[in-house]
């Protein structure tokens, strides 16, 4: 899949979530998402990025403009290196929780995009993989 | 390809350009492609010639496929698939034209043969390359056709899903045909956005033209329920058949917190309750 | 750390939401909007969202959370203007704030809230006097 662009941003405190969710949305309206489809990534970007701050103690995010056999996609990547997610199927589960939130993060955000994996090494780190094509 | 295998093309190309024309203008005429109909004989030889000089352009630079030659080569025969398509040609007809120059281009190489343990070589290399242009010109023609296909169903889905006033405040969305899930987000969308732009506070979802619901299609109505809730709108579903009912109980899903009318007429009364509007006869032609 | 200005309108607390708001001033906002009903004893809260280019699980948990506590504290919670991509985002998300009073622009939400308030016998304004230009003062 040939990169249009790409660009990281770190996600060290709750400002820098709003920064990732505003790179990501100029990156959606630049690919040509419509609406919609703009608020559904730049809210599954708030999702995992606040997921990447609360739980891998920070890390970064890198947004991707993806093209393949004519259609367009946004990629966004969230790296951390914290403690890791002993259950990933049970993570992805609606209402399931470790810390504060309500458990709609990573279920939900992979609700709003396209594909979205999870590769994570307890006491390494997790990587969250998401694309949303046009 | 090597150049070696197309060395002995480049010279024919060179060498026998006038007869390899003249040739497959012939076959042209004599082929069932040919349609003087659609096209004059003087405009076929036109591309004909130009073909040629672009080929010959081509298999003469020794550049490899990328190169400029070939690309300019590749956008000629976008281009006159592009027309002849509009002309009226089929795909076929269009690809029997390129194909037909295989014949004199067989000839020629045939009688320039200076090695006859290179020409089964020669030849190869000649028909994979005339096959591969031809098969580019069914290609550009199918993409055509593809966007055309996709233009027509947007079309089709505006045209075949207006959200209507129905009253100050009350917008009716009546809905046709089969639902498919994308065709349902789509005007559910639409929807919302007209609640905006009105400030409707209760819109009408009618589903009387509506076969069958599936549960993908069930769930969107739902959702939209939900979000008009979420922006401060009241949503009402009316014209459910009674296969539709059916179907909904059995796929478990749940419709307990959403209004739900036999009739467009009875969500039109129940919304103007809601909106304030008193409803009643009276005994001159004028309507509350 | 900046914060989310709260004006009262007679018996009303009225929150417009035009940034991207991060965590801490969502929270700061919840604390201060619960520290102003019980301190002016406000029977009512708007908040409005139309400025809001998204809602994800955290605001829409603390704009739930605002509408709890505030009936705790004896106060109706309407929120307005939210906008179609986040109410259907939302949604998606899992997110259907149940017992959270919704309007579709301020106008509507105030006489929603006036409404809702006079049905429970709590104002005495006469109906339908409410139209009138909404200045909102700062507070009396």
């Not at chain 1, 403009?65 to 049970?90: A, N, Q």
């Not at chain 2, 207006?162 to 009350?170: A, N, Q, S």
């Not at chain 2, 993908?216 to 058949?241: E, F, N, P, Y």
């Amino acid at each position: 899949m040939p990169v249009q662009r790409s660009d990281a941003l770190p996600i060290r405190n709750a400002s820098d979530v709003v920064a990732v969710r505003q790179l990501v949305r100029t990156r959606a309206q630049e690919a040509g998402f419509n609406l919609v489809d703009q608020t559904r990534i730049v809210t599954a970007a708030s999702e995992l990025a606040r997921n990447t701050l609360d739980y891998g103690g920070g890390g970064r995010a890198t947004v991707q403009v993806l093209t393949e056999t004519g259609r367009t996609g946004l990629r966004m990547l969230f790296e951390d290196e914290g403690p890791g997610i002993p259950d990933i199927e049970l993570a992805l589960r609606d209402g399931y929780t470790t810390g504060h939130g309500l458990g709609l993060g990573l279920g939900g955000a992979r609700r709003l995009m396209n594909d979205l994996r999870i590769e994570s090494q307890p006491g390494k780190g997790t990587r969250v993989d998401t694309v949303r094509w046009r | 390809m090597p150049p070696s295998q197309t060395s002995a093309l480049a010279g024919v190309l060179q060498k026998d350009r006038a007869g390899v024309l003249q040739a497959w203008m012939q076959d042209q005429q004599a082929g069932s492609a040919a349609r003087p109909d659609l096209m004059p004989a003087s405009e076929v030889q036109d591309q004909a010639s130009q073909l040629l000089d672009l080929l010959a352009a081509a298999v003469g630079s020794g550049e490899g496929r990328d190169g400029s030659s070939w690309q300019a080569l590749r956008q000629f025969l976008a281009s006159i698939s592009t027309s002849r398509a509009a002309q009226g040609f089929s795909p076929v007809e269009t690809a029997a034209f390129v194909l037909s120059v295989k014949q004199p281009l067989f000839t020629k190489l045939q009688q320039r043969a200076a090695d006859p343990g290179q020409l089964p070589a020669e030849l190869w290399a000649m028909t994979t390359l005339i096959d591969d242009l031809a098969l580019q010109t069914t290609a550009v023609t199918l993409e055509a056709r593809d966007r055309m296909i996709a233009r027509q169903q947007e079309e089709m889905l505006e045209l075949s899903t207006p959200v209507v006033k129905l009253w100050d405040g009350i917008l009716a969305l009546p809905m046709i045909g089969t639902l498919d899930s994308a065709r349902t987000q789509v005007v559910m969308e639409s929807l919302l956005q007209r609640i905006v732009q009105t400030g409707a506070e209760v819109a009408i979802i009618d589903i009387t033209g509506v076969p069958t619901v599936d549960t993908l299609v069930a769930q969107h109505l739902i959702k939209t329920v939900t979000a008009a809730r979420l922006m401060g709108a009241d949503c009402i579903i009316s014209g459910i058949r009674p296969q539709i009912a059916a179907t909904i109980v059995h796929l478990g899903v749940d419709l307990t917190n959403v209004d739900t009318k036999a009739t467009l007429a009875d969500a039109f009364r129940l919304a103007l309750r809601r909106t304030g509007h008193a409803l009643g006869k009276s005994n001159g032609s004028e309507r509350a | 750390m900046d914060r989310i200005p709260i004006l009262k309108m007679g018996r009303f607390l009225l929150v417009t939401i035009q940034v991207d708001m991060h965590d801490r001033l969502a929270l700061a906002l919840q604390d201060d909007l619960t520290a102003r009903i019980t301190e002016t004893g406000a029977r009512g809260v708007l908040i409005d969202i139309s400025a809001l280019e998204m809602v994800d699980s955290f605001i829409g948990r603390m704009i739930a959370n605002i509408a709890s506590m505030a009936r705790i504290l004896d106060a109706e919670t309407v929120v307005t203007g939210m906008q179609p991509a986040v109410a259907i985002t939302l949604v998606e998300l899992g997110l259907d704030l149940p017992g959270v009073r919704t309007a579709l622009t301020v106008e509507r939400g105030m006489r929603l809230l006036r409404s809702v308030l006079r049905a429970a016998g709590e104002l005495e304004e006469p109906s339908d006097a409410d139209d009138e230009g909404s200045d909102a003062g700062p507070a009396e």
